[in-house]
């Protein structure tokens, strides 16, 4: 393995004032961040929008995770916000293709992410165009969701056919898990109610990097 396992904090909420503090929180622990953007339609909550955003003052660079129907809509706002990169889901969307090549054309990095019930077989078509490959380990929409082991043969079967492409995982992954997670050879970990639900973010933000940090090392033993 050439690295070891990223985490990434994952910011899901509805209200703006809990966003600030999530974001101030982050940036003493972080210089990234991932921002679930829900619309009620591709999953039934909603959450805070590319306004609220654009309006925040910060010192992260973020993503964005659309958790939208017709994702090509938001990343014009969303590239006024300051967005580094968007993911969106391959369900989302008729046309990924169009989306990716949009979000190219503003400057933008772009994932793809899967839900666990879709195929890997699905997305091969378009993982040359993409920077990253996000698995869904939960089903999306709510932070605190258990985790679905059936995703790591996914992950582990994506791996094996397209090796060096980035992976990432989202959902229902805690202390307990996220060495087992980082051994199966994911890039980068998003992680949500495990920092932030925590009374002290930052130091369950450091613990968690070092246990994925081993898994990382047990990989290649």
Known sequence: MDK??????AILTDDPQVLKTMVRHAESFTNWVQIDIMDGQF??????????LA???????????????????YLEGFKKAGVKKVVFHYEATHSPRGVISLARRLGLGVGLAINPDTPVSAILPLVSKVDSVLFLSVYPGSYGKEFIP??????IEFG????GVEIGIDGGI???NIGEIAQAGVSVIYVGSAIFNKEQP???YRRL??????????QTQ
């Open 55 to 73: 309006n925040l003052l910060m010192k992260l660079n973020y993503e964005a995770h659309l958790m939208v129907l017709n994702p090509e809509e």
């Open 4 to 9: 070891l396992s990223q985490v990434v904090p």
């Open 150 to 155: 059936e995703v790591l043969d996914k992950v």
């Open 202 to 204: 930052s130091n369950s």
């Open 174 to 176: 805690k202390e307990d």
């Open 160 to 163: 094996a056919t397209c090796p």
């Open 43 to 52: 999953v039934p909550s909603q959450s805070i929008t590319y306004e609220h």
């Open 209 to 218: 990097v070092t246990l994925a940090q081993e898994g990382s090392r047990r």
